[in-house]
Each structure stands twice: as structure tokens, then as C-alpha cells.
């Protein structure tokens, strides 16, 4: 007599999202810090800061004789991959906007992800061992620079990456120094302790378009008001070596760059080993690896 085939349990979906009405916001689940203080650098107060505001800066992260040569592997990493790699995403009038997988691409860029003032705050953070779930290097280029809009990283990786809980930080590094003006990180602080659903159907290989101009997994005008009106926005503003943590369910976005000055960021997601990505809660298919390593 055979033995029946055991099924896999659908892993629940406690954050349903790009859905065809709207839901009212979910509290999340999990905790904001899973680590304690005598388990990396950062000190008690720092991490009651980042679980009350979802964000931290840390001066310093990397070494000022690394930010040059890390600067220039921009240009490099570009000049060695194929015409056309889905690695490299062009703004519309052809300037590069982000390279995806620089780590993999470059031994410099390996190396500060390696570093002891990130791998060790990650781990903190997310209570034990950590891998790279995407990594890219972010560029802004004067005058045709375009922002990001409003939006949780969380929403994206559930929906279209499998990831079930909101156990991932990012981590963005400036290569240049980031103005208030040169189309730097906005955040609403506090925001990530509440999941927000969005409306809309994932397209099929939706990340062909969104890595550009993101439409869909975005709240809506109404939300925003509300979530702005009781958190406020916070900006993120420093010289070069200096690192934005913050929690993966956080609403942030950026404005366009019209300035003449330029702004870079190496920008780093961790994932807990223990939040293993499944299929996605709400898009047809896997995305590729270069943004969701598995």
C-alpha cells in the first residue's frame, strides 16, 4: 500500500495586500528588535529608539578611505556587465538609477557589507544570523534624478517574494553626502507598526516597470494623510559613511533630484535564516534572485 503524498501547509497570510478593495490597516504581528543590547553595538536607548521610530543613523559606518573606490565601482561594475543586464535599471532618459547584486559584482562592495559596523547591527537587530536578501547600489544623478514613492519594502517582499514576516532591515549607506535637497530618504516614523494594504492586482512581471516608477503596492492619497498627520515625515540627511537603518514595514519615499548634486547610497537588505522566502502571497510568479536571493 503506497504512502500518500504529504501536501505543504499554506504558510498564513497575515498581511493580505494588492487587493481589489480596501482593508483597514493591520497591526503587525512580530517584534520591532528581536536582539538585546549585550548581543551586537547598538546600546539600550538605541534600541528603544528604533522600536518606537522604526529607523536609526549611524555616523561613521564606513571607513572614509573606502567611500572614493566604492564610489567608483559604479561606473565600473556597469562597463563589465552586457549590454541590457536586467541588473542594471536606467532612469527614463538612459542614466543609471540602480545597479542590483553589487556584492556579488564587486570585492570592494563585499567587503562593506561585511563590515563589523553592518553585519553586527543586523544580526542585533534581527536577533541571530542574517543573509543579504537584495542589495543594490542606488544612484542619483543631478538634475534628472527621479524619487521613489511612498511605500513599505515589507509590502513588495510579501507580495511578490514570499516573505512572510516582518523580520528584515535595510540598511542605506551614503557614497555622497545626502542633502535635504539632493532628493534624500524621507520616512514617516512610526509607521511601521501598522501593515497597510493596498489595492490593485500585481502585473505580471511587475518588477519590469516598478524598479522605475512603482504604481502598484503603494497606499493610497487618503492613507498617507492619515499616517502623515499622526507620525509626521523625518529626512535622512549626512555626509558619506553614514548609515540609514530602518525597519523593513517602514513608509518612506524620496523626491526627484534637481539639484547639480549628485547623491549615491549603497543600499543593503538583511533577512532573518529564520524568515525564509515562500512562493508570493499576491503576484503570479518568483521574482528573479538579483532581487530576491533565496
Given at each position: 500500500?503506497?504512502?500518500?503524498?504529504?501536501?505543504?501547509?499554506?504558510?498564513?497570510?497575515?498581511?493580505?495586500?494588492?487587493?481589489?478593495?480596501?482593508?483597514?490597516?493591520?497591526?503587525?504581528?512580530?517584534?520591532?528588535?528581536?536582539?538585546?543590547?549585550?548581543?551586537?553595538?547598538?546600546?539600550?536607548?538605541?534600541?528603544?529608539?528604533?522600536?518606537?521610530?522604526?529607523?536609526?543613523?549611524?555616523?561613521?559606518?564606513?571607513?572614509?578611505?573606502?567611500?572614493?573606490?566604492?564610489?567608483?565601482?559604479?561606473?565600473?561594475?556597469?562597463?563589465?556587465?552586457?549590454?541590457?543586464?536586467?541588473?542594471?535599471?536606467?532612469?527614463?532618459?538612459?542614466?543609471?538609477?540602480?545597479?542590483?547584486?553589487?556584492?556579488?559584482?564587486?570585492?570592494?562592495?563585499?567587503?562593506?557589507?561585511?563590515?563589523?559596523?553592518?553585519?553586527?547591527?543586523?544580526?542585533?537587530?534581527?536577533?541571530?544570523?542574517?543573509?543579504?536578501?537584495?542589495?543594490?547600489?542606488?544612484?542619483?544623478?543631478?538634475?534628472?534624478?527621479?524619487?521613489?514613492?511612498?511605500?513599505?519594502?515589507?509590502?513588495?517582499?510579501?507580495?511578490?517574494?514570499?516573505?512572510?514576516?516582518?523580520?528584515?532591515?535595510?540598511?542605506?549607506i551614503t557614497l555622497t553626502r545626502n542633502y535635504p535637497y539632493n532628493g534624500s530618504?524621507?520616512?514617516?516614523?512610526?509607521?511601521?507598526?501598522?501593515?497597510?494594504?493596498?489595492?490593485?492586482?500585481?502585473?505580471?512581471?511587475?518588477?519590469?516597470?516598478?524598479?522605475?516608477?512603482?504604481?502598484?503596492?503603494?497606499?493610497?492619497?487618503?492613507?498617507?494623510?492619515?499616517?502623515?498627520?499622526?507620525?509626521?515625515?523625518?529626512?535622512?540627511?549626512?555626509?558619506?559613511?553614514?548609515?540609514?537603518?530602518?525597519?523593513?514595514?517602514?513608509?518612506?519615499?524620496?523626491?526627484?533630484?534637481?539639484?547639480?548634486?549628485?547623491?549615491?547610497?549603497?543600499?543593503?537588505?538583511?533577512?532573518?535564516?529564520?524568515?525564509?522566502?515562500?512562493?508570493?502571497?499576491?503576484?503570479?510568479?518568483?521574482?528573479?534572485?538579483?532581487?530576491?536571493?533565496?
Amino acid at each position: 500500500m503506497s504512502t500518500p503524498a504529504v501536501v505543504p501547509s499554506r504558510v498564513e497570510d497575515r498581511y493580505p495586500t494588492r487587493l481589489d478593495h480596501a482593508i483597514a490597516p493591520i497591526l503587525r504581528s512580530e517584534p520591532v528588535v528581536w536582539g538585546r543590547d549585550i548581543e551586537g553595538p547598538l546600546r539600550s536607548d538605541e534600541l528603544a529608539r528604533f522600536d518606537e521610530r522604526g529607523y536609526l543613523v549611524r555616523p561613521d559606518t564606513l571607513p572614509g578611505d573606502s567611500i572614493g573606490p566604492l564610489c567608483g565601482e559604479t561606473d565600473r561594475i556597469a562597463a563589465a556587465l552586457e549590454l541590457g543586464d536586467p541588473r542594471i535599471i536606467r532612469e527614463p532618459r538612459g542614466s543609471i538609477r540602480s545597479i542590483f547584486e553589487p556584492h556579488l559584482l564587486s570585492e570592494l562592495v563585499a567587503q562593506a557589507v561585511g563590515l563589523e559596523t553592518v553585519i553586527s547591527v543586523a544580526r542585533q537587530l534581527l536577533g541571530g544570523d542574517v543573509y543579504v536578501h537584495q542589495a543594490r547600489i542606488n544612484v542619483m544623478p543631478g538634475f534628472t534624478g527621479t524619487g521613489f514613492y511612498w511605500h513599505s519594502d515589507f509590502e513588495t517582499w510579501h507580495a511578490e517574494d514570499g516573505m512572510a514576516d516582518i523580520r528584515a532591515v535595510s540598511c542605506s549607506i551614503t557614497l555622497t553626502r545626502n542633502y535635504p535637497y539632493n532628493g534624500s530618504l524621507m520616512v514617516i516614523p512610526g509607521s511601521h507598526k501598522t501593515f497597510y494594504p493596498c489595492v490593485g492586482t500585481t502585473p505580471d512581471n511587475n518588477h519590469n516597470t516598478s524598479l522605475i516608477a512603482q504604481r502598484v503596492g503603494t497606499p493610497d492619497e487618503t492613507t498617507l494623510c492619515k499616517v502623515v498627520d499622526r507620525h509626521g515625515i523625518d529626512q535622512f540627511t549626512g555626509p558619506a559613511g553614514t548609515a540609514l537603518w530602518f525597519d523593513a514595514n517602514l513608509l518612506h519615499g524620496s523626491g526627484s533630484n534637481i539639484t547639480p548634486l549628485p547623491r549615491s547610497n549603497l543600499f543593503i537588505v538583511f533577512n532573518s535564516v529564520h524568515n525564509r522566502l515562500g512562493e508570493p502571497f499576491a503576484a503570479p510568479r518568483r521574482r528573479p534572485r538579483y532581487l530576491a536571493a533565496r
